[in-house]
């Protein structure tokens, strides 16, 4: 069975900062590219970012360039995403998600991932 379970989230202040976790078992980790996805209410799930199965490449949309950052401890199987000057409008469930058998380095497609975890909640305060 594989499993992803993320954690950290809560409650912030606009301007403060949260590091998710996502803890993976059941999959060949470090041959998996991993990515974070977003979801509020009512809107579609949108991609937050990507790293490939080595770490090497990284990507995000322009809503979070410069401000959040992923990154990945194999040894750990475990994916991180850390969130600094946190917005209103960031304010989600943010899911952990695993492509176990990647065509390209990272990708933003929903479609492309095969396992997700049950989520995680963000709240940003202003």
């Known amino acids: 069975q594989v499993q992803l379970v993320e954690s950290g989230g809560g409650l912030v202040q606009a301007g403060g900062s949260l590091r998710l976790s996502c803890a993976a078992s059941?999959?060949?980790?470090?041959?998996?590219?991993m990515g974070w996805f977003r979801q509020a209410p009512g809107m579609e799930r949108e991609f937050v970012a990507a790293?490939?199965?080595?770490?090497?490449?990284?990507s995000y949309p322009d809503s979070v360039k410069g401000r959040f950052t992923i990154s990945r401890d194999n040894a750990k199987n475990t994916v991180y995403l850390q969130m600094n000057s946190l917005k209103p409008d960031d304010t989600a469930v943010y899911y952990c998600?695993?492509?176990?058998?990647?065509?390209?380095?990272?990708?933003?497609?929903?479609?492309?991932?095969?396992?997700w975890g049950q989520g995680t909640q963000v709240t940003v305060s202003s």
């Open positions: 059941g999959l060949t980790f470090s041959r998996c590219n």
């Open positions: 790293i490939g199965w080595s770490g090497g490449r990284t």
């Open positions: 998600a695993a492509d176990r058998s990647p065509t390209v380095p990272t990708t933003t497609r929903t479609g492309s991932y095969d396992y």
